[in-house]
């Protein structure tokens, strides 16, 4: 199956711009506190710094993380398109192969996916589950507005 490689992070670069920022936020903040609530200044603090090891170390962290949260949803498409791509019939499946191969946009997950819905047949009944339930709540408004409409005015 074709499919584009998602290149990797390669960490997160701390430079001193970014560091000479992070030791600014503390007194941005106070200023931000004291131009919008002059009268109250004293009553609110802004939220202490961590040093800045720390600081680069949290941000690594939440990088890394959230690189594996995108890489795990990424792989969590491929499944389910896998799976609705081998749930089809052989012909069905002939179809998909032959659109997918010729494909010349990116061979990603969801892209695997639109493929898969259109020859299977799910994107249709999806689009025609979501014209009945608009179809029935238009239905349900007209009769709202029929019925406010009715009400006399005083």
């Known amino acids: 199956?074709?499919?584009?490689?998602?290149?990797?992070?390669?960490?997160?670069?701390?430079?001193?711009?970014?560091?000479?920022?992070?030791?600014?936020?503390?007194?941005?903040?106070q200023d931000k506190i004291d131009r919008d609530f002059p009268l109250f200044a004293h009553q609110f603090a802004p939220a202490p710094m961590n040093d800045v090891d720390a600081e680069k170390e949290r941000r690594q962290r939440l990088a890394l993380a959230g690189e594996q949260r995108?890489?795990?949803?990424?792989?969590?498409?491929?499944?389910?398109?896998?799976?609705?791509?081998?749930?089809?019939?052989?012909?069905?499946?002939?179809?998909?192969m032959v659109e997918w191969t010729s494909w010349r946009g990116p061979a990603k997950a969801l892209y695997f996916i639109y493929v898969v819905e259109k020859h299977s047949g799910a994107a249709e009944e999806r689009a025609r589950e979501c014209r009945a339930r608009e179809a029935a709540l238009r239905a349900r408004i007209e009769q709202q507005f029929d019925a406010a409409a009715s009400l006399p005015l005083f």
């Open 1 to 29: 199956m074709r499919f584009d490689r998602t290149p990797r992070f390669e960490g997160l670069t701390w430079t001193a711009r970014k560091e000479a920022a992070y030791l600014r936020r503390h007194k941005r903040a």
């Open 70 to 96: 995108m890489r795990d949803l990424d792989a969590k498409h491929w499944r389910e398109g896998r799976a609705a791509y081998f749930a089809c019939g052989r012909a069905v499946r002939e179809r998909i």
